[in-house]
């Protein structure tokens, strides 16, 4: 082959280079701003302030799953109901993109919407359900949706296919609720939620979770509830303030050992707030 030739031959391998170099940047950064755009859906979704009264008192953690290409769809919400009781959601939708984003900001404002019509746990769940249902698409959730009276600490439960709460007593007893859930959210038309009523005692907390905090390849989701059930005997024993009792919490599920999202709720009570 002539030096003419292999110069050519280099040439049009140096510029095939340059086009397929070029090709993987557009492609990296439209991957890039699609996990930019997906975790500004996410916090975008998260409510801004926590609801408070009667000594109730809330405290919340999240950690986005934004590493590399993973994203997730995992929410916590908490606001006051027209009855002035407050409901707690704490949620996980199935996936890691920015589809799984934009369905837990429909699971969560359904939730909020019909929380006007119906307060029931049980019945919301299944509204919500029936919801989704309507709207197509093949993904769903898991939820555990809360409601509670400042004035009676009474807890009412329904789960979707998600974990158990933990719960701790200020005498230091603790442990894994034992309600009976249903289906996950949008899986299966007619699902029936049960509920579960609790009383949150003073000095008490109740801790709602996302799988990310408690179960991974290098922890098993028993392993991880009885952590998280011995770190809320200890804080309700000591009144630790509920959220440091977050904090604790979500600084646990960095033992799980993937890149999951991790959401935390605690809710407790302290009769002395508002106090002089």
Sequence with gaps: ???????????????????????????????????????????????????????VRLAVRYVPANQGLNV??????AFTMPDGRIGLSIGDV?????????????????????????????ELLARTNELLLT???????????????????????????HLPCVWATADGRSGVTQDEGGPPLGVQSGAVYPVTRYR?????????????????????????LDQVSRLAGI??????????????VIKGAAEVGHDDDAAVLVIGHDERAGQP
């Design 94 to 122: 199935q996936g890691h993109n920015i589809e799984a984003a934009a369905f837990m900001g429909q699971v969560r404002v359904g939730l909020r919407a019909l929380a006007s019509v119906d307060s029931d746990p049980g």
């Design 72 to 77: 997730g769809g995992d929410w916590y919400d």
């Design 235 to 248: 804080a309700a024993v000591a009144r630790m303030d509920v959220d440091a009792l977050a904090a604790a």
């Design 135 to 161: 709207l197509g698409g093949d993904l769903f959730a898991t939820c555990t949706f809360m409601r509670l009276d400042p004035e009676t600490r009474l807890l009412e439960s329904a789960r979707a296919g």
């Design 200 to 224: 949150l005692d003073s000095g008490g907390v109740f801790v709602m979770v996302t799988d990310g905090v408690v179960e991974g390849p290098s922890m098993r989701l028993d392993e991880g």
């Design 1 to 55: 082959m002539s030096r003419t030739g292999s110069k050519d031959h280099g040439d049009e391998l140096l510029t095939r280079l340059g086009t397929l170099t070029a090709q993987a940047r557009a492609a990296a950064e439209v991957q890039r701003s699609r996990v930019e755009l997906a975790v500004a859906l996410q916090r975008g979704m998260l409510p801004r302030g926590l609801p408070t009264g009667d000594g």
